[in-house]
Each structure stands twice: as structure tokens, then as C-alpha cells.
């Protein structure tokens, strides 16, 4: 399921989502916007896997979707965080800090 | 969320990205050239946002279902190719095997019919054959072979003996005894038919355990003397004869003259105790002193005669007592009876006990083994068409590869494209199964019809069989999905690049390329041997049948019209009854049309006969001056005349031998010979039949040799004597024999109304033509021939399908290499035979493989055979050539298309 994306692991996406909802609800196009500006393009995100993503953390009932308006006049969806997203993004952040602590204890110690 | 709503979104997207592009300055086509690259593949992402909520599976089934029919439209040749043989396998095998299943294995419709048994006794050394048809008669020796059945068991009792089997309650819960009197004359409601009467014991229906539909079924208290004469009727002949069975209850049946009160209504599947009948009336058995005239219950004694053997007889065992050990209970007690009752020379007799669950099995032993030879011919048929349609899906799937190529290159997954060409199987294999349901319920009805045109009253109805239909689908099914996926498997792992660029016919991997064709060909030979093998078991059941049709009989069948009366159900006395006979004989033989008129007591060929004790003497047969069993055939005036059986000396049985002191007598060839030593030397002579004490018979004419009383039987020795001498035989049924100028059937409807004319309250039996009479004897060959026939064509058709599928296949596969030798100067009729050879070469494998397990397998069938060997060897050079004969038609016409390629064509085709 994840094959395609070029993320750098598996729940990447779903945080750097999570984590733009968190200054507020967007749409698809804005948060892809958004990712790609935030990480200066280094990430290559592919846009078409943003929808997936978005439905999976609807299912987990980590997000909200409301129906609105695009800047085209177009009917798109409006995506916000719940409580229950607030919890996961935290739970996601934490990981990812000791994850990153431990690679680099453990690259200390190989270097040194 | 459906689709359009994420299209939708998914397009927003794109759309605000091409926006922002174009202010930022980019061309618009640019912008949303980049808008959509960024974004990449639209379907996918819907897809995979569908797929997050688990509803995308219906959806995609539903589009591989459209994608599925699209695709079989577009091959409209293979699909109906793999779908004709699909419906013919399941068809013909749910046809057989429901027909089986309801001859053979079908219940009574009774509670727990396999703790039920029939009672029947053996003589050592008894007699075989039968005789039908009649009712109850007096004479015992008459009565031991009337009761026998095909086995030499006979399943008749005297009520003495049936009441020593009630007593032993220490085996059995229930004992049952009913005799059956078929075509008896009914009157109810005004009208009268003629039906199948059964007068029942009263532990019938209590034995049985059959609930009445409406009412109450007969109990124990209405068999008395001197009860209330009541009756109960089957549901269809209430409904038909008061429109509603409620309407039936309370009134009046009458059978033979006398009344009685319906008091209930058998429910609707319920036919009686045995199934080649339907019961219409039920009636107690004590009731029989009642509706008979006294010469048919022994003068009022028939309950207590001993040795008047008229009772059918079933018991109900009790739980925990097997057949084995009643009967072996059985036996010691009926010996005994029995050799007390056969009186001054006691004879012996074994007491057998047989499966009662299915009721009376004459009609399956006839036909159980031949049915188990059809069921292994059609599962043969099942095998061709799954090889068929396993061919077929191989060479289309060769001839996909690059098709599937493409599709994965373009971004499906691999399970969706095996996902989609399993549908694809899965959409054949159903149309398939739907049409081979109806082909077999077609086929169950046919098969019904033809097995009921032998018998009268023929109340089987063989349903289809849903286990069976759903097996066979099941079989098609898995094969069609196998065969359909091992290609797709393995297209979906080629390297899509190296699939792309080769053409079909380039040699690419060489080994990869002999495994489709050599498991084709493969396929295709085996085929062939099975249809071989089928043609020639048609083959020899066809020349069997055509053997019987064209025995000689000895006497003139065609345009023989026949049907029965009976006057002493009319209460005629014997000299009425003769007196009456004669009169509708010449009444009827004035019908314009009519050359020749005679009566007969018994068919000359339905396989039942007469034989009494005759003493001969004067005769040169050692020990012929004691009691001798004789073959005879009471017939009245002109018979041998209107048969057209030769006189070889004296003269036919006339009108005024009635008068005669001695019954006037007709020797046939055979027993002139055998007594006398000559066709001269019988005329005149005398001979002594006992039949209601001794008769003097006298030999007056000596007729060529016919068949009596089958077609298989050797022509006996037998007499024909003048029924008119003894009331015995003249009350029997009497067939009134008229020969036609023309068609019999026309003559039928004159016939009738003179009958009515002359008697109303005469009821007519069956009227029927002598070769419909011949055709029933043979109705057996006359299935197996037709049905195998019909096998071995439908194996044929099958194969050649197959044939030709893979010749066209191999044809396209090949078609630059065939360019390239026209272009190198071969010929079209070169090219044409090249494939040819190849067809023939395939034809002899299979045939290598096919002859020698036919002529091993041969053995087999030889009891179905007559007048041919099982290895007969003109039959095999047939079948040989037929096979060969179509499987070249069947290359032919792709073989020919490619005898016409235009080089240029073929060279430039990919």
C-alpha cells in the first residue's frame, strides 16, 4: 500500500498531515502545499498519495471532513483535527524523537 | 463516498494547482500539463482512497464483469465454443444423473422406508418369466408363474401364509399384504374410467405409515367381513373427478358394480407400493369376496385357500432386526407351509426378504446396469468438454500475452489483471452452467419420455438433480478458473518489455513456447481417444439394435391393431362372454379397412405366456406320455390366418370347432416334430391338457415356427389351442386382433365406438398396434441405441469443437512461418496438407491410445448385446473412420484459410 510513496517511512505522511491540521482545517491541495513548502522541497511527496492517506486517518477517526468550497468553485472537503488526532500526533512525535535519539546513539558509538 | 465525489476532489486539486501555476505565469497548457505530472496518477489515488473503505471490490468486480463481456463479445467464436461444450458436459451429465438417481435410488414416500422389506419365494429350478396384466385366477400352477417376476422369485402368498407373517411380531412391527388389479373399471361421479385398483390389507397404510391427506386412510377395522365397504383415492383422482378433494369425502366410488364410501384422500406423493404404477382406488382386502365373481375368489375360499398364491406382502422390520435375520426367522416356517400346500407332490421353496425401501424394482433392475454404463459414457463427455474448454482459455491466454503486457505496464497490479481474467473464466463458466441447466432439464424430460413409452401408466418423474447440477458446475467451474489462471499467472510475471517487443510468432524463448502446445495437443489426443471410445459403444448398441428389429418372427407385424376387453368385469357368464366376442368380432370386421379380424387370450409377444401340463401320447419324445409344461396360446377363429403365420398342414382353428366335444388345436413346426417326427404325422393326433381337470385336445393344422412369447426367446414347440372350450381361459383379458389395410390408427376410433355400441359397460383395456408392442420389447435397446447415438455424436461434436479451436489457434500462431514457405514457392494445397498431416498425425495418437482401451473395455457391455460380438471389427473400422472423418472436417476450415494466406500478408503480420 505504501509502496509508491516516496516518503522517508511509513507514517510520515500521516504526521506531517496531522501536524499542518494542527494550525487549522485545509484542503487537500493546501496541505499539500503546505508539506512541500515546510520540508523546502527536500520531501517529494506525491500528491496522489495524499488522498489515501487522508481517508485512512478519517477511518481512524483521527480527522474530521466537512464538505465546502475550492477557490475554483469546486466541491471539495475541508479536513480538521480531533482530539483523538491531537493524541496520535503526539504519540507520532515521540516516537519519531526516540527513534532519532536512538540512531544517533547508535551512530555515535559505531563513529566513535 | 462514491467515486465521483473523490473524482471530484482529486480534480479540485489539480485544477487549484494549474490556477496557481498559470498567475504564477506559466502557459496555460503547461501549467496544467505540470498540475497533473505533480499530481500523478488520478485513478490510482481514487482508487486507493476507495480502497481505505473497503467498497472497492464490488465496484471492481462489477467493472471486470463489463470488461469480462466486452471481451467474450469481441471473441464471439471462443465464447461460443467454450460455452457450447460447457453446457453439453453439464447438461448431459445433470440429465443422466437425475434420471438415475429417480429410478434408482428414489424412497417410497413413506416413513423410514429402509426398515422396510418385500417378501418374496424362490423354487429351485422355477420357471422364468412373466406373465402381466391380469388379474387373480384360479388354477395354482397358472398362479405360481403369474406371480414371478424376471428373477424367477415370485412375489405372491396365499392370505393363510400372510397370516402366519403377522404373528411373528417378534420381528417384524407391521405386516402388509395388497393385491393389485390393474385397468379395473371405476365408476364415480357419474362417469367411469378404467384404473389401478389395490385392495389392501388392513395394516396397509398403519405399516406403510402414511398419513391421509384429507380424512382417514383405511385401519385394521374396515378389512372385516361384514364391515362398511369404504375406500380411500389418491389425490389426483379426486381433484380430477370432483375438481376439489374436499368434494371426494363422503361419496361413492363403485369398483366392479359395487359401492363404497370414500372416507379419505392419500396425500399427493403417494402412489402406492409400487412405483411403476399410480393407485387410484384403495380398497380393503376382505372386500375383494365383494366386487369379484365367485371363479375368481376360488368359490368365496380365496382367504382361506391354501395354496392360492395372489397376495403381495411387505413387512415393517423392528429396530434392531436386519433382513438377513427375518428372513433366515422366515424361512424354516414358510418351507413348511409351503410343502404342506403344494399338496401330494410336496416341493420346495426358500423365503427371500429384499430391500423395500425403493418398492417393487422390476423397472430398476431393468435398467440400473445399463444406466450406470450411460452415467460412465457421459462422465466421459463431462471430461472432453472441461479438456475443451481447458484448451480453449490455453490458447487464448498465448494469445494475450501482449495484451496483458501493455496493461501492466500501464500500472495495473498483478492481482487485478489475474483478478480480471478470473472473472473472465467465472462469467464463461456461469453462462455455461445456465445453459447446460436447461439443457438438462430438456434432457430429463426427453429421457422420461422415452423410457415411459413402453410402459402403461408410467408415473416416474425424475427431477433434476440440484446436487448433481451443482457438482458438474462446480467441476466446470474449477477447471475453466484453473485453466484460465495457470496462463495468467505466469503472462503476469514476464518481463513486460521483452513481451512487448516479441511478436507472437517469434521464437522467444524456446522453451517456453513448446509448453502451450505440446499440453494442447496433449489435450486434444485425449480427447479423441475418449470420443472413440464413445463411438463405439454407439456403434455396437446401434447394431444391436437393428439386429432385434430385423428378427424374424414368424408372423406378419405391421398394421395389427389390438386392444383388450373384459367381460366378466361386465358380469358376462363364459357362454355370453364367447357369444359376445364373436359378435364384435364381426362387427369389426366390417370397418371398412379391416381384411382380417381373430381374438386371442395373450400376446404373441409381450413377453408373457401360457404353459400348462400337456400329456402326450403316442408321442417319440422320451417321457412325454407323463405330465410335460407345453407352451401354448389360446386364440380363437382365423387367428394363425390373421397373423399371417404359414400353414403348413390341415387348416386354422374355424368357427364351428366351438362345437366340437375335443378343443380344436394348432401345433407349431417345432412340435410336430418333436412328438411326432413329422408335420404329416401330428394332424389328427390327440393330446391331454390339464387345465380344470383333463382336456382332450386334437391337433387339426401345424403352423411354421414364431416368436412366443419374446423376441430373444428361441421359437418353442407350442400349441395354439381354441380358448373357447375352457372358461379359464376365456376370462381372462381378450384381445380382439384385427389386420389393417392401412394405417391401424385409424381404424382405432371406429373400433372404440363399435365397442361402446355394442356394450357400454364393456370396459376397454389399451388399444395398441403389434409394433408398438414389438418397439416396448425392445425399448431397453432402443434407449441404449438412441442415447449412445446421441452420446457419441455430442463426444464427437466436443472434440471436433476442441479440433478446431486449436487448428485456428495454431494456424494464426504460425502465420509468418506459413508466409515464409509461400513466399519460398510452397502452395496452398502444400500448406493445407502440412496442417492436415499434422491433424492426422494428432487423430492416430489418439486412436493408438482410444482402440486398445475400447476393445479392453468392450467386454463390459456384451450382456447389452445381441447378435454381435463386443469386439466386432467392422464396428471398430467405423468408428475409426467417423473419428478420423471429423476431426478432419473439423481442421479443415482453418486449414483451408491458410492455404489462401497471401505471402505478403503473412509476412508483414505480427
Known sequence: MH?????????????????????????????????????????????????????????????????????????????????????????????????????????????? | MTWN???????????????????????????????????????????????????????????????????????????????????????????????????????????????????????PGAHKGSVRGSGSNGNMSMQITSGGSFDGLISAFPYPAFELFEKRTDLFEGVLAYHGQPEARITLNGGSLL?????????????????????????????????????????????????????????????S???????????????????????????????????????????????????????????????????????AALDPTFAEYFREASGPTPQKARMIAMDGARGLDSLRHDYEQPLYVLMAMVALILTIACANIANLLLARASSRKRELAVRLSLGASRGRVI?????????????????????????????????????????????????????????????????????ALRSTKLDVFSSLRASPSSPGNPKRRWMPINLG???????????????????????????????????????????????????????????FHEQLRQKLSAIPGVVNSTLAAGGQLDGGNWSLDFRVPGSVFPDAENKKETLLLPVGPAYLTTMQIPILAGRDITLEDQTRASTAAVASESFAKKHFGSIGAALGRHASMNFEGDQDVEIVGVVKDARYPDLKTPMPAMLYVDYR????????????????????????????????????????????TQQMTIDSTIIQEILFARLCAAFAILAMIIACIGLYGTTAYSVSRRTSEIGIRMALGAQGKTVLAMILREVVLLGLAGLAIGVPIALALSSLVASFLYGIQPRDPLTVAAAIVAMMLGALVAAYVPAQRAARFDPMVALRHE
Open chain 2, 257 to 327: 358394480g359395487v359401492n363404497f364410501t370414500i372416507v379419505g384422500v392419500t396425500p399427493r406423493d403417494f402412489f402406492g407400493a409400487n412405483p411403476e404404477k399410480s393407485t387410484s382406488v384403495y380398497l380393503p382386502l376382505h372386500s375383494f369376496l365383494l366386487t369379484q365373481p365367485l371363479r375368481f375368489t376360488e368359490r368365496g375360499k380365496i382367504f382361506t385357500e391354501k395354496a392360492t398364491y395372489w397376495l403381495d406382502t411387505m413387512v415393517r422390520l423392528k429396530p434392531g432386526v436386519t433382513r438377513e435375520r427375518a428372513q
Open chain 2, 419 to 487: 483478478r480480471q481474467l478470473l472473472t473472465e473464466s467465472l462469467v464463461l463458466s456461469l453462462i455455461g452452467a445456465l445453459l447446460g441447466l436447461l439443457f438438462a432439464k430438456w434432457g430429463v424430460q426427453t429421457l422420461t419420455a422415452m423410457l415411459a413409452m413402453g410402459r402403461q401408466g408410467f408415473t416416474l418423474r425424475a427431477e433434476l438433480n440440484w446436487p448433481v447440477l451443482a457438482a458438474t458446475v462446480a467441476i466446470s467451474l474449477v477447471s475453466a478458473m484453473a485453466f484460465g489462471l495457470a496462463p
Open chain 2, 725 to 768: 372350450h375352457q372358461s379359464g381361459f376365456a376370462s381372462q383379458f381378450i384381445r380382439l386382433v384385427l389386420r389393417t389395410a392401412g394405417d391401424p390408427a385409424q381404424t382405432a376410433t371406429a373400433a372404440r365406438q363399435i365397442l361402446r355400441q355394442a356394450d357400454p359397460g364393456v370396459p376397454m383395456g389399451m388399444m395398441y
Open chain 2, 521 to 579: 495437443q496433449a489435450l486434444i489426443v485425449a480427447q479423441i481417444a475418449l470420443s472413440f471410445l464413445l463411438l463405439m459403444g454407439a456403434g455396437l448398441f446401434v447394431r444391436t439394435l437393428s439386429k432385434l428389429q430385423s428378427i424374424e418372427l414368424g408372423f406378419n407385424p405391421k398394421n395389427l391393431l389390438i386392444f383388450e376387453i373384459n367381460t366378466l368385469q361386465a358380469g358376462y357368464q363364459h357362454a355370453s362372454s364367447i357369444a
Open chain 1, 3 to 112: 509502496e509508491d510513496d516516496r516518503s522517508l517511512f511509513p507514517g510520515a505522511l500521516e504526521m506531517m498531515i496531522l501536524q499542518t491540521l494542527r494550525s487549522g482545517p485545509s484542503h487537500g491541495y493546501a496541505l499539500a502545499q503546505v508539506i512541500k513548502r515546510n520540508s523546502d522541497d527536500l520531501l517529494q511527496v506525491e500528491e496522489g498519495s495524499l488522498y489515501p492517506a487522508l481517508q485512512r486517518m478519517l477511518k481512524a477517526g483521527w480527522v474530521n471532513a466537512d464538505w465546502g468550497m475550492s477557490p475554483t468553485n469546486r466541491k471539495i472537503r475541508i479536513y480538521k483535527l480531533t482530539p483523538a488526532g491531537r493524541k496520535q500526533l503526539e504519540r507520532e512525535v515521540s516516537r519519531f524523537e526516540r527513534m532519532l535519539e536512538g540512531i544517533s546513539r547508535a551512530m555515535k558509538a559505531v563513529q566513535s
Open chain 2, 5 to 123: 465525489q473523490m473524482r471530484s476532489e482529486v480534480e479540485a486539486h489539480i485544477e487549484e494547482r494549474a490556477h496557481d501555476l498559470i498567475e504564477s505565469g506559466m502557459p496555460e497548457r503547461d501549467a496544467w500539463a505540470q498540475a497533473r505530472r505533480e499530481f500523478g496518477n488520478t485513478t490510482l489515488a481514487i482508487e486507493r482512497s476507495r480502497e481505505v473503505w473497503g467498497w472497492n471490490w464490488l465496484e471492481q468486480l462489477g467493472r471486470d464483469v463489463r470488461y469480462a463481456y466486452r471481451a467474450m463479445a469481441a471473441n464471439r467464436l471462443f465464447t461460443a465454443l467454450a460455452v457450447a461444450s460447457l453446457a453439453l458436459g453439464i447438461g448431459a451429465n445433470t440429465a443422466i444423473y437425475s434420471f438415475m438417481e429417480s429410478i434408482l435410488l428414489r424412497s417410497l414416500p413413506v416413513k423410514d422406508p429402509q426398515s422396510l422389506a418385500i417378501l418374496k419365494f424362490q423354487r
Open chain 2, 195 to 255: 384404473g389401478d385398483v389395490d385392495y389392501v390389507s388392513g395394516g396397509y397404510f398403519p405399516t406403510l405409515g402414511v398419513k391421509a391427506a384429507l380424512g382417514r386412510t383405511l385401519q385394521p377395522e374396515d378389512d372385516r367381513l361384514g364391515a362398511p365397504p369404504v375406500a380411500n383415492v389418491s389425490l389426483g383422482l379426486a381433484r380430477q373427478w370432483f375438481g376439489d378433494e374436499h368434494q371426494a369425502l363422503g361419496k361413492s366410488v363403485a369398483a
